[in-house]
């Protein structure tokens, strides 16, 4: 587990330490990465040895959803090339951004990234590899775009996103399908449940579902035309994700449920001709790419097709093949990744009509740059000669379709084509004559741009050369795995006699030479075909959405919220009622209340509050009055039916609420014109009736039947014992529904965070002049912060804290809680604001709004997580007695820092929205700075004799 958290710690480690130098950045993310390197290591020996390393920590068990991770030879492969060739990035990256970009930040995205791509690939729980599949997406849309200057580079973000993104939207509902088919979510539960999914009818569901989300990430047709846009990103993310990682989980996933998906003619036909197809049309395309990066782009492509289509062949064989050559192709890819980044940040271009001759000029690229193609064509004696050999000979051994020959010729044609763009790739950079145009003096960067590649160019060359010795081992254990069973015998060796794969592999290198040798010709057979693009067909499909949409939506909203809710409220009491009509809902036999004549007087006022609100509605001030008398009689109810923690929590709520309202209104003309119809009227009338009457009928249902097993019972029982408290309402939200506390502080959040961005621009554009147009439409009180009210201020503040500090400290047993303080220490903020102005109270606040939102969520959130470390599922609250003199025994438990986080954010929302909408009003009112609380300047009084 805690391999995959590193990462997630570097990147806020990286965050945090923005301000210091590149250099210092680098070494934080290289620590982080290098320590999950090692730990990783640590744990190779075990796993190759057969041992599955697990660990376990519940979250949600009723759901299914536990934070499970695995560690097999599959997973340690993967694991250890994003880790591996992450930490390269992370040395490569830190010399080739110029000092104009944030380093910080692309670490800290690029380590974001490493963390989701290590969940996925050692996660033993598909929902949570489910959540890491889509922060990939996520956290590539931001590596992607990370250059948001650059329009192609935010198109191109974009378009990842929203094919990456809508793939796995099938991916979800396809590993659910698998998951329901299995009778669990556990991975390693799924992958030995292969008859009961193979025989289930809803294998095909699954099987396309999942299909499009491992072709959409790895790129696949028709998918494939985002990865050639995203190459707008620099050049350390295109080495990472579209050479080594993220492309490459696709085909993980292909490999990790090939024990239970592979083996029927279905899963032949729909991976195999999608893979064959892939890799021959991305080879074609790449071939005639003038961009060193689309070339790569579009190669990659191709070797994806290739690997697709070796797992789709549903042999041992072919999955051996496929898990050695995943291995080569991430070598040799991310070296040239990097290398036409060394030739572009030297050279100031990457267009191969603009380079050649550069092997006198920059010969430690050009000799990594041509080992690395070399491999990448299929020739001897490097890794990538290897697994192309091997692949060919799985072609002659495939029948397609009762074609003998289909599978053979296509993958020798796509080899072929796979030669000349690696040849045209050598020789038209790095060969050929000296030019003397380039748009910079070509040189050899430092060891920190070609020192990365290097390492795994050396790589290329050792499992070439020795492939037995360096890859044997590692490619037998994972294809074990793959397989889920004892792999087939197999040599890694460069000769293997004269077999009809090698006679296909020197036709596709013969080929290919003479391929280059006409590409001009080739090119202008190539330019000449009417062949459709695909981002073309893509931007398309996407206008004629986005136009049905807007057509569909403006013929539903018209703008009118009243109709919007008018349609809301229709379809809600219609699904009532046909919910009401299938059921049973006669009142039951449960013996009710006796009313006393106060609560009819409180009823009559809750009514006639009510319905003065909708009569009064066009007067402003008015109309909130009435609200004020609504609230308070609901917290008079929950007195009477002894409910004190909702009583103090609604009439804080009021008077916080209320007092912003009020502030907010005040810029508001203070009569409302009439919006409505009578006929409108009497028909939102008859609808308001319909729903209260249903709704009312509902509840009068619900209570007064009697129970069989309320949960009420459980936090009755549960309230003392499990969460050490006696007030089973704190207990409840700050222990049993903890999670629901959590995330409703986290919509606080949000929504003060929303009323910040929509003010905060409130004094520029349109609104700005209509702001300084506005006019007070009542007399305004000569004496605007009266001396009574500023020194009653300054006494409630201390008081109000104590109350606060005392609701807060003994909500775990009587009535009170986070909530509740943070409600109280807000009114006693609000007061200061009022009694003293904004500028007075602004000028001595010193703690940022924005930081206690922050910290409060954090703290919670921290709280939530402590819990995990000890093997507790999430916000499990801790409690014990403690002793001290003269205090006597006292109780402490966890929950107490979840309430403060609680405390701390509703502070922190309330005084955002306070200071957005007293910033609002002051520019309107044109209100000169003022440093004294009172109307009347202390300096500027003189002394009177008496």
């Known amino acids: 587990m805690l391999i995959s958290v590193l990462p997630f710690l570097g990147a806020l480690a990286v965050s945090l330490a923005?301000?210091?130098?590149?250099?210092?950045?680098?070494?934080?993310?290289?620590?982080f990465t290098l320590a999950a390197v090692l730990l990783l290591v640590s744990k190779a020996p075990a796993v190759l040895g057969g041992q599955v390393i697990g660990s376990r920590l519940e979250w949600i068990p009723a759901l299914g959803l536990n934070v499970e991770y695995f560690l097999d030879p599959l997973g340690l492969m993967f694991a250890g090339l994003i880790l591996g060739i992450g930490l390269l990035i992370i040395i490569y990256a830190t010399f080739y951004l110029s000092a104009a970009d944030c380093s910080a930040r692309f670490l800290a995205f690029l380590m974001l990234f490493m963390g989701a791509m290590l969940g996925i690939v050692i996660s033993d729980n598909i929902l949570l590899l489910l959540v890491f599949w889509e922060?990939?997406?996520?956290?590539?849309?931001?590596?992607?775009?990370?250059?948001?200057?650059?329009?192609?580079?935010?198109?191109?973000?974009?378009?990842?996103?929203?094919?990456?993104?809508?793939?796995?939207?099938?991916?979800?509902?396809?590993?659910?399908?698998?998951?329901?088919?299995?009778?669990?979510?556990?991975?390693?539960?799924?992958?030995?449940?292969?008859?009961?999914?193979?025989?289930?009818?809803?294998?095909?569901?699954?099987?396309?579902?999942?299909?499009?989300?491992?072709?959409?990430?790895?790129?696949?047709?028709?998918?494939?035309?985002?990865?050639?846009?995203?190459?707008?990103?620099?050049?350390?993310?295109?080495?990472?994700?579209h050479s080594a990682t993220m492309v490459k989980a696709g085909v993980f996933l292909l490999a990790r449920l090939w024990p239970v998906l592979a083996g029927t003619d279905l899963w032949f036909y729909l991976v195999a001709t999608t893979g064959l197809v892939t890799m021959l049309l991305g080879a074609a395309i790449a071939l005639f790419k003038d961009d060193l990066k689309a070339l790569l782009a579009y190669s990659t492509i191709s070797h994806l097709g290739l690997l697709t289509m070796l797992f789709g062949f549903g042999t041992p064989m072919a999955a051996v093949v496929g898990v050695f050559h995943i291995l080569n192709h991430a070598?040799?890819?991310?070296?040239?990744?990097?290398?036409?980044?060394?030739v572009d940040h030297e050279v100031g271009t990457r267009d191969a009509r603009r380079l050649g001759g550069l092997v006198h000029l920059m010969p430690i690229a050009a000799t990594l740059g041509t080992i690395a193609g070399l491999s990448m064509a299929g020739l001897p004696p490097f890794n990538g000669f290897l697994s192309k050999e091997m692949m060919l000979e799985e072609a002659t051994h495939t029948v397609w379709g009762g074609l003998e020959w289909l599978v053979p010729v296509i993958a020798t044609v796509a080899a072929l084509l796979s030669a000349a763009y690696s040849f045209r790739y050598v020789?038209?950079?790095?060969?050929?004559?000296?030019?003397?145009?380039?748009p910079k003096a070509p040189h050899d960067p430092g060891i920190g741009l070609w020192g990365p590649p290097a390492v795994l160019v050396v790589l290329v060359v050792l499992i070439g050369l020795f492939p037995a010795a360096t890859a044997g081992p590692l490619v037998q254990e994972v294809s074990g795995v793959v397989i889920g069973a004892e792999p087939p015998y197999f040599a890694l060796k460069m000769w293997h006699g004269f077999t009809p794969a090698l006679i296909m592999s020197i036709v596709a290198v013969l080929g290919g030479a003479l391929l280059l040798w006409r590409h001009g010709s080739a090119e202008r057979i190539w330019r000449a075909l009417p062949l459709p693009v695909a981002k073309n067909m893509f931007d398309r499909f996407t206008a004629l959405l986005v136009t049905t949409s807007r057509t569909i939506t403006d013929a539903?909203?018209?703008?009118?919220?009243?109709?919007?809710?008018?349609?809301?409220?229709?379809?809600?009491?219609?699904?009532?009622?046909?919910?009401?009509?299938?059921?049973?809902?006669?009142?039951?036999?449960?013996?009710?209340?006796?009313?006393?004549?106060?609560?009819?007087?409180?009823?009559?006022?809750?009514?006639?509050?009510?319905?003065?609100?909708?009569?009064?509605?066009?007067?402003?001030?008015?109309?909130?009055?009435y609200i004020s008398v609504v609230g308070l009689v609901v917290s008079l109810g929950f007195i009477h039916l002894s409910a004190p923690d909702l009583a103090l929590t609604q009439i804080s709520v009021e008077v916080v609420t209320i007092l912003l309202l009020l502030l907010a209104l005040?810029?508001?003309?203070?009569?409302?014109?009439?919006?409505?119809?009578?006929?409108?009227?009497?028909?939102?009338?008859?609808?308001?009736?319909?729903?209260?009457?249903?709704?009312?009928?509902?509840?009068?249902?619900?209570?007064?039947?009697?129970?069989?097993?309320?949960?009420?019972?459980?936090?009755?029982?549960?309230a003392k014992p499990g969460g050490g408290g006696?007030?089973?309402?704190?207990?409840?939200?700050?222990?049993?529904?903890?999670?629901?506390?959590?995330?409703?502080?986290?919509?606080?959040?949000?929504?003060?965070?929303?009323?910040?961005?929509?003010?905060?621009?409130?004094?520029?554009?349109?609104?700005?002049?209509?702001?300084?147009?506005?006019?007070?439409?009542?007399?305004?009180?000569?004496?605007?912060?009266?001396?009574?009210?500023?020194v009653g201020s300054r006494l409630i503040l201390p008081m109000a804290i104590v109350v606060g500090l005392y609701l807060f400290l003994r909500g775990h047993n009587l009535p009170g809680g986070g909530f509740i303080a943070g409600l109280v220490f807000s009114i006693a903020m609000l007061i200061q604001y009022m009694a003293s102005g904004f500028e007075w109270a602004e000028k001595r606040r010193r703690i940022e709004r924005h930081a206690l939102i922050t910290l409060g969520i954090l703290t919670a959130a921290a709280t939530g997580l402590g819990s995990l470390v000890f093997g507790e599922p999430f916000l499990t609250s801790a409690f014990g007695y403690f002793h001290l003199p003269l205090i006597g025994e006292f109780e402490l438990a966890t929950a107490l820092l979840f309430d403060i986080g609680v405390a701390l954010t509703v502070i922190g929302a309330v005084m955002l929205a306070l200071s957005q909408l007293s910033n609002v009003a002051q520019r309107a009112e044109k209100i000169e700075h003022v440093e004294h609380p009172m109307d009347i300047d202390p300096s500027r009084t003189t002394e009177t004799n008496l």
Request: proline share 5%; charged share 15%; hydrophobic share 50%.
């Open 18 to 31: 923005a301000r210091w130098t590149r250099t210092a950045q680098a070494i934080i993310a290289g620590g």
């Open 135 to 241: 922060m990939t997406s996520l956290s590539s849309f931001l590596l992607i775009g990370f250059w948001r200057h650059l329009p192609e580079g935010r198109q191109g973000a974009r378009m990842a996103l929203a094919v990456t993104g809508g793939g796995g939207l099938a991916l979800i509902a396809g590993m659910l399908v698998l998951g329901n088919i299995a009778g669990s979510y556990q991975l390693t539960e799924i992958l030995i449940a292969r008859e009961a999914i193979q025989t289930s009818p809803l294998y095909p569901v699954a099987l396309v579902l999942i299909l499009i989300g491992c072709f959409t990430k790895s790129a696949q047709f028709p998918f494939h035309f985002w990865l050639p846009q995203a190459m707008a990103a620099p050049t350390p993310v295109s080495a990472y994700l």
């Open 331 to 342: 070598t040799f890819k991310a070296a040239l990744f990097m290398n036409a980044g060394i």
């Open 427 to 438: 020789a038209h950079v790095y060969f050929g004559p000296r030019r003397d145009d380039y």
């Open 556 to 625: 539903i909203d018209t703008g009118s919220l009243q109709r919007s809710l008018f349609v809301f409220f229709l379809v809600a009491i219609g699904l009532g009622i046909e919910g009401m009509s299938a059921g049973e809902y006669a009142a039951g036999a449960r013996d009710t209340i006796p009313a006393s004549s106060i609560d009819v007087i409180a009823w009559l006022a809750l009514v006639g509050g009510t319905v003065a609100v909708m009569v009064s509605q066009q007067h402003r001030f008015l109309t909130l009055v």
């Open 666 to 718: 005040n810029l508001l003309p203070k009569r409302a014109w009439p919006t409505s119809s009578r006929t409108r009227r009497i028909r939102d009338a008859v609808l308001a009736v319909i729903g209260g009457g249903g709704v009312g009928w509902l509840s009068w249902a619900v209570m007064t039947r009697q129970p069989n097993d309320p949960i009420s019972a459980f936090h009755w029982a549960q």
């Open 726 to 790: 006696t007030n089973v309402v704190n207990v409840t939200l700050v222990d049993f529904r903890g999670f629901d506390t959590f995330g409703e502080i986290i919509v606080l959040g949000i929504a003060a965070l929303g009323i910040f961005a929509l003010l905060e621009t409130a004094a520029r554009g349109a609104s700005g002049r209509r702001l300084l147009a506005w006019k007070p439409d009542l007399i305004r009180s000569p004496e605007r912060h009266p001396m009574m009210l500023v």
